[in-house]
């Protein structure tokens, strides 16, 4: 397995009452496989993600990513661990605004360590196919665009896993099926795994496997 999870719990405290966001997930993920991760807005589909990629830590349980337990890690070492083997997409871009395209995924690069940033991250944004956008600001840039910038800064570092968050709910939905046609075929074309978060039924069926989450409970 890739990815797997034991008994996984996030609780949030809401005045008196205990709130189970996520509640006693168990996950297992396999190499190259694509799964969508669906519920309804506030089912604990959004937080079950922020566990799997280390941006929110658990309540209790494990995560175990490429026979490494992220659960256990330092914020230094799941920041490297992360830098290496993670790739995230999100819903809102989440491009620094005075960087341009090149800037914003030179910068994955940086907090990796990497060499030859400049002509990686050249050729990221050539993959998803703004080779005559690498200077422009994200204020220059379609929603489409930026959404491009953010995918070819998720996959700059070759990620083993890449995790996507609504990555086409800020977008019209012709522009989000460019994106997402896009998306599944660098995972296919990079041999990624793919873990996507997603409302869209149809989007949700293109995977390999959907995993419905409702009040925090896998279905």
Known sequence: MILKTSNLLKTFTQGSSQIHAVNNVNLNIKPGETIAITGKS????????SLLTGLDSATSGEIDILGCKITKMSEKELGSFRADNIGIVFQQFHLMPHLTALE???????????????EK??????TVG??????????????????????????????KILFADEPSGNLDNVTGETVMNLLFDLTKKNN????????DQQLALRCDRQINIINGIIQ
């Open 121 to 126: 991250a050249t050729l990221a944004l050539e």
């Open 130 to 159: 703004l080779k005559e956008r690498i200077n422009h600001l994200p204020s220059e840039l379609s929603g489409g665009e930026n959404q491009r910038v953010a995918i070819a800064r998720a996959i700059v570092n070759n990620p």
């Open 104 to 118: 914003n995924v030179s910068l994955a690069l940086e907090i990796a360590g990497a060499n030859n940033i400049a």
């Open 42 to 49: 506030g089912s604990g589909k959004t937080t079950l993600l």
């Open 192 to 199: 990624m795994t793919l873990i996507l978060v997603t409302h």
